[in-house]
């Protein structure tokens, strides 16, 4: 039996709104990345959605190892509360992909890890961002792109050492805190040009940052003016924090 891992995530952005859901599939030295999306969903039900899907990609019997930041996720696939017929009713889109998880787990050899999010595991960094994506293309905030078809694995990315000493690896989590937002109206020309892009950023350049090393002391350069602005609006009354 082959051994497979398939590292998942799901996003949704309102929860409940338009939603996004991905999966990273690694055999030996080989590597599949798939994702889509849903106009209105929640981000529970693209969480475990993800699961089902990177399932449904394998040709053959295989002993999975399933990776995902959600415990709901892995709760709602193994279903024990789903004996209730009042959980069954209340969660009905959840219910059906556990039932499409439970004939996919007949198939295959299925076991779960609960893997921190946000804490720098490069293929749960990767699925968070393919996830993401997706959900913005879902409420047409970039253009719509098709999951990508059925296609051959292909060669895996190396997985990166940590970073440096004195540097440190950007996050979406860390990016947003140095904004303040999820965009990038809080970075000023010198930030942006601070980070290596020229000014006004292209768009998704915040994205493009994720994964790249930089000085502890530009991100501390950064982030201290960028809270300086963010205060003196506040106190300007330009904005409510």
């Given at each position: 039996m082959k051994k497979v891992t398939i590292t998942t995530d799901g996003a949704c952005d309102p929860n409940p709104g338009p939603g996004g859901w991905a999966a990273i599939l690694r055999f030996e030295n080989k590597l599949r990345e798939i994702s889509g999306s849903s106009p209105r969903t929640t981000n529970n039900r693209m969480e475990i959605h993800a699961i089902v899907e990177g399932l449904r990609v394998l040709k053959q019997p295989c002993e999975v190892l399933v990776r995902t930041d959600s415990k709901i996720a892995i709760s709602w696939c193994k279903g024990a509360q789903f004996a209730k017929e009042r959980h069954?009713?209340?969660?009905?889109?959840?219910?059906?992909?556990?039932?499409?998880?439970?004939?996919?787990?007949?198939?295959?050899?299925?076991?779960?890890q609960w893997v921190q999010g946000h804490a720098g595991d490069p293929d749960n960094e990767r699925a968070d961002f393919l996830a993401a994506s997706a959900c913005q293309q879902a409420g047409g905030l970039a253009p719509v792109v098709a999951a990508p078809a059925a296609t051959p694995f292909i060669a895996a990315r190396p997985v990166p050492a940590a970073p440096a000493a004195?540097?440190?690896?950007?996050?979406r989590e860390n990016l947003?805190?140095?904004?303040?937002?999820?965009?990038?109206?809080?970075?000023?020309?010198?930030?942006?040009?601070?980070?290596?892009?020229?000014?006004?950023?292209?768009?998704?350049w915040l994205s493009g940052l994720i994964g790249r090393d930089i000085e502890q002391g530009l991100y501390d350069e950064v982030r201290k003016a960028i809270a300086a602005k963010w205060k003196q609006r506040k106190e300007q009354g330009e904005m409510a924090l």
């Open positions: 069954r009713l209340a969660h009905p889109e959840a219910y059906a992909s556990h039932l499409a998880f439970q004939e996919l787990a007949k198939i295959h050899r299925v076991s779960f004195g540097k440190i690896r950007l996050t947003h805190a140095l904004s303040g937002s999820p965009g990038a109206n809080g970075f000023t020309r010198k930030q942006v040009e601070l980070l290596g892009f020229s000014y006004p950023p292209p768009k998704g």
